[in-house]
Each structure stands twice: as structure tokens, then as C-alpha cells.
């Protein structure tokens, strides 16, 4: 049996199928690992990853065009929209990032995180990326 079925109707990629790629340094702090779990075919524009935060490991900001549902699954994390609070993440927690709104994610000090991340694309894009989160800015 394959990692992966398709029909015209349905297509199911199984568990773990998928090799993860680590975060680039240009978009996270710390260590990152993103699994890619799906990208949908045009006219469909969703994606889905889930992304692993080791302790201290971030996002740099970031905005998505058509905003972003993220849902932890493990650990403790932390978000920020730019100019807001920042808000500790739990599993279960489910966040909405609002549309070309400026933030950032990822795990506490002193835990990992993991989260689902789905996304829309926008003319190919689901994200554009800006400079890193200070230290003094993610430990505030």
C-alpha cells in the first residue's frame, strides 16, 4: 500500500508520507522543522503545513494576504499581532490571523510548540515575511 491515494474525486496523503524541511533562517529564529502537508491544485488556493518550534524558536514577523488559522497540537507558544499583547498558546487553542495583519508565532522560552497552520495563497503568495523578532520584543 502507497503513502498516498488519489482519485478524480479525493486525494489521501497519509501520515508521516511527507519528509519535513527545516525553518530557513531568513524567516525563523531558533530551530524549525515544517512538514508541507498539502497545497492545493488551481483554482484552489489552501495549504496546509504543520510546523514544530523547538524552545525559543520563532517566526519572524510576518503578514498573510488572506490571513491564517493556526491550531496548536502540542506544547506551549506565544503570538503577538504587531502592537498588541502577546498572548501564551495552548494545545487546543485555535488562532486567526487576520488579513495582511503584521505577527508572529512560535514556542515559549521554556517549551516547544507545535502547530497546523492552514492558509489561502493570494496570485501564488500565502505569506509575505519581514525582519526578525528582537529577543527583547519575544522575551517582553
Request: proline share 5%; hydrophobic share 35%.
Amino acid at each position: 500500500m502507497s503513502d498516498s491515494s488519489q482519485t478524480n474525486d479525493m486525494q489521501v496523503i497519509k501520515s508521516g508520507s511527507q519528509d519535513p524541511i527545516a525553518g530557513p533562517a531568513e524567516c525563523f529564529t531558533g530551530k524549525v522543522q515544517i512538514s508541507t502537508l498539502f497545497n492545493a491544485p488551481a483554482p484552489a488556493r489552501v495549504g496546509v503545513a504543520v510546523v514544530e518550534f523547538s524552545k525559543g524558536a520563532r517566526t519572524n514577523w510576518h503578514s498573510h494576504p488572506l490571513g491564517q488559522v493556526l491550531l496548536v497540537t502540542e506544547g506551549q507558544g506565544w503570538t503577538q499581532c504587531e502592537g498588541g499583547e502577546k498572548t501564551v498558546i495552548n494545545p487546543g487553542d485555535l488562532i486567526w490571523c487576520n488579513c495582511g495583519k503584521r505577527h508572529w508565532h512560535g514556542a515559549t522560552a521554556d517549551s516547544a510548540m507545535k502547530h497546523v497552520a492552514v492558509q489561502e495563497a493570494l496570485d501564488g503568495k500565502p505569506v509575505d515575511w519581514f525582519e526578525a523578532v528582537s529577543d527583547e520584543d519575544y522575551l517582553a
